[in-house]
């Protein structure tokens, strides 16, 4: 049996999820994933890595999440098809990749539906992680060095487009606790709290697999 593990952490925008991830990452000795797996994904197939970020910003900014859904079904669509570099087969390629990383090594992935996309896979953590709206607005106005105001539109708009996105592709909501075996509110602890709480979580977790 493949005995590497998977933590994938879905996370609201401010919730500081990024550097818990990190910081768990190095405490477990595995890589963290995020947008880096756009470059293995252009690795992969052979497209541009431009193009996946490019699809991420375009559809940040479409309305396609909000009338349509195309539930990821594992299909890749080959090289010979107009459809090669379509939005939808730059996630397929993303997916493909996720299913390899899990069948060798144990990692980290943030967003990317990874919790969906290895539902499957028997190691599996799926983490939700969050905090209230103060906390948030606080978070992006220090990491971004924006205002009040400022920070809390974005905020509100990352999490619309996450929420859109993990739809569109999932079919679910996105801010189901029935989607995760663990949710997280961190508004109450700093980061090295928080991966505390997460590590005994995935060591209790893991060693029931055993």
């Known amino acids: 049996m493949n005995n590497n593990y998977v933590i994938a952490i879905t996370r609201t925008c401010g919730s500081g999820a990024t550097s818990i991830s990190r910081i768990l990452?190095?405490?477990?000795?595995?890589?963290?994933?995020?947008?880096?797996?756009?470059?293995?994904?252009?690795?992969?197939?052979?497209?541009n890595e431009e193009l996946f970020a490019r699809a991420d910003e375009h559809m940040k900014q479409s309305l396609l999440y909000r009338i349509s859904k195309k539930v990821y079904n594992g299909e890749i669509i080959p090289p010979?098809?107009?459809?090669?570099?379509?939005?939808?087969?730059?996630?397929?390629?993303?997916?493909k990749v996720l299913k390899e990383l899990a069948a060798n090594e144990s990692f980290i992935c943030i967003g990317r539906a990874a919790d969906y996309i290895l539902k499957d896979n028997p190691n599996l953590i799926t983490i939700f992680i969050c905090a209230p709206m103060d906390k948030c607005i606080k978070r992006e106005m220090e990491l971004l060095?924006?205002?009040?105001k400022k920070a809390e539109q974005h905020i509100i708009t990352t999490d619309?487009?996450?929420?859109?996105?993990?739809?569109?592709?999932?079919?679910?909501e996105w801010k189901n606790p029935e989607n995760y075996d663990l949710c997280l509110n961190t508004g109450k602890f700093d980061y090295e709290t928080c991966v505390d709480i997460i590590e005994n979580y995935i060591k209790t977790r893991l060693a029931g697999n055993n």
């Open 145 to 148: 060095s924006f205002d009040a």
């Open 25 to 47: 990452g190095e405490r477990l000795g595995i890589n963290v994933y995020d947008r880096n797996l756009l470059r293995l994904a252009s690795d992969d197939s052979g497209i």
């Open 160 to 172: 619309k487009y996450r929420a859109g996105f993990y739809k569109y592709h999932t079919g679910r």
């Open 80 to 95: 010979d098809s107009n459809d090669f570099t379509s939005n939808d087969n730059l996630f397929n390629y993303q997916a």
